[in-house]
């Protein structure tokens, strides 16, 4: 019996029910796996020119998360609850499968700086979270410098 019992557990090649598979070992033929290098925010501006005739760079949402150091969702959850105004620039909406999408949120090179320089100011942007009930007039400042700067971009 106990034979029976040894040949079973020895095909199982270290691994039985409910335990983990064991990685595949290092194969030292392999290619080296490439780096992603670390870019800027302001790698890739969208040179865009207002109605008004003055061309501003403007920035996606990711670039604006870069600069704060923080996930895609947060930014966007941070502007549905109002912690942070909306962005002031889109590109075109699209149709995708008959559905409208509204297009992505841009903001201009200034409000980012501007938004990295109110976040420095109250050591957040190293911070793993924000209590935003603690910091209420960040919220008013970022408002109102990114009110000033577009009024000024659009005038």
């Keep these: 019996m106990e034979d029976i019992v040894d040949e079973f557990f020895s095909s199982l090649d270290e691994f039985y ?3 983990k598979k064991k990685r595949r070992p290092i194969d030292p033929n392999a290619k080296p796996r490439k780096v992603k290098e670390e870019v800027s925010w302001d790698a890739n501006p969208q040179v ?3 109605p008004n005739g003055k061309v501003v760079e403007l920035f996606s949402a990711g670039s604006l ?3 704060l150091g923080r996930p895609l969702v947060t930014i966007r959850l941070w502007e549905r609850k109002g912690y942070i105004p909306r962005a002031p620039y889109r ?3 699209h149709i995708v499968d008959g559905v409208k999408k509204p297009g992505w949120r841009m903001y201009s090179r200034a409000m980012i700086e501007e938004a990295v320089r109110l976040f420095q100011s109250k050591n957040l942007l190293e911070a793993p979270r924000i209590d935003w009930n603690r910091y209420p007039d960040l919220s008013i400042e970022l408002a109102d410098s990114w009110r000033v700067i577009h009024n000024q971009e659009t005038a």
């Design 17 to 19: 029910p409910g335990s």
């Design 48 to 50: 865009k020119s207002l």
């Design 65 to 67: 998360c870069q600069a």
């Design 91 to 93: 590109l075109k909406s």
